[in-house]
T-cell receptor, first 115, second 111 residues
Framework: SAVISQKPSRDICQRGTSLTIQCQVD?????MFWYRQQPGQSLTLIAT?????????ESGFVIDKFPISRPNLTFSTLTVSNMSPEDSSIYLC????????????FGPGTRLTVT | RKEVEQDPGPFNVPEGATVAFNCTYS??????FFWYRQDCRKEPKLLMS???SGNEDGRFTAQLNRASQYISLLIRDSKLSDSATYLC????????????FGRGTSLIVHP
């Protein structure tokens, strides 16, 4: 299984600022995903990070708010821009497993609080 | 019907008990299903995959009922360490490769 690290593990930010979250995988993977998990809720997919092309965003999420980079097959970043308290959440990156795209391995998450 | 629905619980059971959770899904074309476990303040981890009628791994059994469009997770001889939230995952409708996560069922195993 892939080993995934995320930085930072947590942060408290002021509204109007931006935060960039890094995701590093110990092996090359084709697909990397970014999720949000709000308190008491399940995971919501924000976007799929594609290497060499723009990320694919899910309904309700836009590039201006959540720009994503994928410079290589082991690394991706998610930026939460112009933050508001509603962005307070846990942000997780994941990669697909060897068996199926649904068998995903998750990073430990970044706990974001916006004040 | 929502794509994936789970009873949020919590299910509060004593050690040694047998407990089962159900997860209903709307995408009748789904061929594969998954259970993830998420401990408090931790990331989800894959527990079991279900590709046909069911799957068994030790104390855990996952079963699929296609006619009624639900999957179940059965835990026998519950341990304190089984306390967690169990997330059901099915592929999204429309041929998407995107997994849809349920809100999860919370299990508390007490002494």
């Amino acid at each position: 299984s892939a080993v995934i690290s995320q930085k930072p593990s947590r942060d408290i930010c002021q509204r109007g600022t931006s935060l960039t979250i890094q995701c590093q995988v110990d092996s090359q993977v084709t697909m990397m995903f970014w999720y949000r998990q709000q308190p008491g809720q399940s995971l919501t997919l924000i976007a799929t990070a594609n290497q060499g092309s723009e990320a694919t965003y899910e309904s309700g999420f836009v590039i201006d708010k959540f720009p994503i980079s994928r410079p290589n097959l082991t690394f991706s970043t998610l930026t939460v821009s112009n933050m508001s308290p509603e962005d307070s959440s846990i942000y997780l990156c994941s990669v697909e497993g060897t068996g199926s795209v649904y068998e995903q391995y998750f990073g430990p998450g970044t706990r974001l609080t916006v004040t | 019907r929502k794509e994936v629905e789970q009873d949020p619980g919590p299910f509060n059971v004593p050690e040694g008990a047998t407990v089962a959770f159900n997860c209903t899904y709307s995408n009748s074309a789904s061929q594969s299903f998954f259970w993830y476990r998420q401990d408090c303040r931790k990331e989800p981890k894959l527990l079991m995959s279900v590709y046909s009628s069911g799957n068994e791994d030790g104390r855990f059994t996952a079963q699929l009922n296609r006619a009624s469009q639900y999957i179940s997770l059965l835990i026998r001889d519950s341990k304190l360490s089984d306390s967690a939230t169990y997330l059901c995952v099915v592929p999204a409708s429309g041929g998407s490769y995107i997994p849809t996560f349920g809100r999860g069922t919370s299990l508390i195993v007490h002494p």
